[in-house]
């Protein structure tokens, strides 16, 4: 199973919002409405961020958004924040208890 | 308050074997499956299969299945393992235990607690 596609990275200005896409090949992305996306900062355990597409686990701020169009699923992160700048990974389950990681995004808050 | 305390760093050589843990605080330790993810050296994450404590049946990442890994449970002791038969230095990375999230009675297939990471160095 491949890594989903994500841009190796993405910036923005503080208060800018920024979108991070994720991208798979039928099969993950497009079949299955568990898309999940991790903060990850160096050092440290990933957080997870969102589930199922959209959800936002509790403590999670609501600058942080996920939606899903066909075989893409998007981050979006609305007014940015310092504290923001981090990794970002896409999972997306694919079948038979299997999970695929994107491999990832670097976003920098200029 | 959840928490998963995985074992400190280890320095291994190749062929060597190696077991590290992850253990599971407070929240019933049956009730939550428990992935590992790996992380190489400058590299994303990858998972590579996840462990029901219940039962302990494993499911594997297809791309980890051809690798000498075992995933394991001690219940009892609230730890899950990940071990190694014979290490290569290609083993070197981070590694990440962490549980999945069930909400209604589904998985979710994500990761809501995760261990603060378990240091691996394989030399040649």
């Known amino acids: 199973q491949s890594a989903l596609t994500q841009p190796p990275s993405a910036s923005g200005s503080p208060g800018q919002s920024v979108t991070i896409s994720c991208s798979g090949p039928s099969g993950d992305v497009g079949d299955y409405k568990y898309v999940s996306w991790y903060q990850h900062n160096p050092g440290k355990a990933p957080q997870l961020i969102i589930y199922?597409?959209?959800e936002r686990p509790s403590g999670v701020p609501d600058r942080f958004s996920g939606s899903k169009s066909g075989n893409t699923a998007s981050l979006t992160v609305s007014g940015l924040r310092a504290e923001d700048e981090a990794d970002y990974y896409c999972?997306?389950?694919?079948?038979?208890?299997?999970?695929?990681f994107g491999g990832g995004t670097k976003l920098t808050v200029l | 308050e959840v928490q998963l305390v995985q074992s400190g760093a280890e320095l291994k050589k190749a062929g060597e074997s190696l077991k590290i843990s992850c253990q599971g605080l407070?929240?019933?330790?049956?009730?939550?499956?428990i992935a590992w993810v790996r992380q190489m050296p400058g590299k994303g994450l990858e998972y590579m299969g996840v462990i029901n404590p219940v039962d302990s049946n494993t499911y594997f990442n297809p791309s980890f299945r051809g690798q000498v890994i075992t995933i394991s449970v001690d219940r009892p002791m609230r730890t899950a393992y990940l071990q190694w038969n014979s290490l290569k230095a290609s083993d070197t990375a981070m590694y990440y235990c962490a549980t999945v999230l069930v909400v209604s009675g589904h998985s979710t297939h994500s990761f809501n607690y995760w261990g603060q990471g378990t240091l691996v160095t394989v030399s040649s």
């Open positions: 407070g929240y019933s330790f049956t009730t939550k499956w």
């Open positions: 199922d597409v959209t």
């Open positions: 999972t997306s389950y694919a079948g038979s208890d299997n999970l695929v």
